[in-house]
């Protein structure tokens, strides 16, 4: 029988430890998605993974709010972020910093997530949209790559949170 490891077996970094850790070159955008509970997630899963700063645009909420807080359990406090109003705006100025621009959707010329590599030591940033809408289609236009997870069942797409889960930790394993 396997024991659950405890809280002290389990060596997390507090958030003054974490804020100085090294990060991984990789920035998620979130484009105009609007659940709290989602952002949360994503602040969690970011933190977990070591990703340098989550970029919230347009009506993307902002912490403090408490549905962010209750599914990102204080990762809001550990991950840097930024509010853009606009998601171009971002992805311009994330491309003028060198970033290569990853739009998560589904587009007729995609790439599919496990053929998808960055270069070693690049800048990425990983965008991904509005819970219905998708990415908006001036910053797939904008992008370096549009990147699609591969699914075969009946539905078209996944929760924001869980696609954001998978593509974080395909960059997190080829860049760690």
């Avoid at 955008?29 to 989602?38: F, G």
């Avoid at 912490?63 to 853009?84: F, M, N």
């Avoid at 100025?93 to 690049?122: M, W």
Wanted: hydrophobic share 40%.
């Amino acid at each position: 029988m396997s024991l659950k490891k405890s809280m002290l077996e389990l060596h997390r970094l507090g958030v003054e430890e974490y804020k100085e850790v090294e990060k991984l070159p990789v920035t998620v955008v979130l484009d105009n998605v609007r659940s709290e509970m989602n952002v949360g997630s994503v602040f969690r899963t970011a933190d977990a993974f070591l990703i340098e700063r989550i970029c919230l645009c347009g009506i993307t909420p902002q912490p403090p709010k408490p549905e962010i807080h209750k599914t990102a359990l204080g990762a809001e406090d550990s991950v840097a972020w930024q509010y853009y109003p606009n998601t171009l705006a971002a992805v311009e100025q994330l491309k003028a910093d060198g970033y290569t621009i990853c739009s998560i959707e589904q587009v007729h010329d995609s790439v599919s997530l496990e053929q998808y590599r960055a270069q070693a030591g690049s800048k990425v940033a990983i965008v991904l949209g509005n819970e219905v809408k998708g990415v908006g289609q001036d910053v797939v236009d904008a992008s370096d790559v549009c990147i699609e997870i591969p699914q075969h069942g009946t539905k078209h797409s996944l929760n924001i949170s869980c696609c954001a889960a998978i593509v974080m930790w395909h960059f997190f394993q080829f860049t760690v």
